[in-house]
Each structure stands twice: as C-alpha cells, then as structure tokens.
C-alpha cells in the first residue's frame, strides 16, 4: 500500500558509523507507526527499532540500544536509521517498515508495507 525505498546501506569498518534513510509514499506518513528491522544470512529476520506515529515514542532491541537512533522527518516523508559503533554482527540486509497501527511495533506481523532492503556490511 505505502511504497518504501531504503538507501544508505554499504560497507564500514568496525566502530564506524552508518545513516539509513527510508522514503515512503503516500500523503498520510505521519499518521504511520514506522520500524527497520534487519536479517543476516541464514537467521530469521529480527527486529531492530521502531517508532510511533508523529514524533511519538522510540523503541529497540537490547542488541542496538545505546548506539541506532531512529528518528523521522514527516515534512520529508522520511524515517532515518543512524547507526553508530557498528559492530560485524550487525552486518545484515536492513528493512524499513509501516504500519497503520501503533501496537506491538516490535513485531514484523503488525507491519502492512516493506521495502527492499539495503544491504549493510560492518568488517572487522
């Protein structure tokens, strides 16, 4: 329904720092609840963060709290990933998601929309 593109991605060494960004389509984003959630070769995906409709609250897996921020602009229909101290494990095919609820935003079943995912690589 909402159409999503992911960018950003790419490699990085250990310690550095990456910003995802996800466009979305559409004229109602800031009324969307908005996740990334990523998966790894041979894992299942896995939830990374999210945040609520507006500028509503945050939240994130224990894995990334601490160094990802998520954040978004709604003039500019855009959710950000800023991922800093970046670590191999991270390294993962990142998917930014939507939703038009704002409940149990940490499971991929309450998103109706997802993009293609943009590859991150974190070397060691």
């Known amino acids: 329904q909402v159409q999503l593109v992911e960018s950003g991605g790419g490699l990085v060494q250990a310690g550095g720092s990456l910003r995802l960004s996800c466009a979305a389509s559409?004229?109602?984003?800031?009324?969307?609840?908005m996740g990334w959630f990523r998966q790894a070769p041979g894992k299942e995906r896995e939830f990374v963060a999210a945040i609520r409709p507006r500028g509503g609250s945050t939240y994130y897996a224990a894995s990334v709290k601490g160094r990802f921020t998520i954040s978004r602009d709604n003039a500019k229909n855009t959710l950000y990933l800023q991922m800093n101290r970046l670590k191999p494990e991270d390294t993962a095919v990142y998917y930014c998601?939507?939703?038009?609820?704002?409940?149990?935003?940490?499971?991929?079943?309450?998103?109706?929309?997802w993009g293609q995912g943009t590859q991150v690589t974190i070397s060691s």
């Open positions: 559409g004229r109602t984003f800031i009324t969307y609840g």
């Open positions: 998601a939507a939703t038009m609820r704002s409940i149990a935003l940490g499971l991929g079943s309450s998103y109706d929309s």
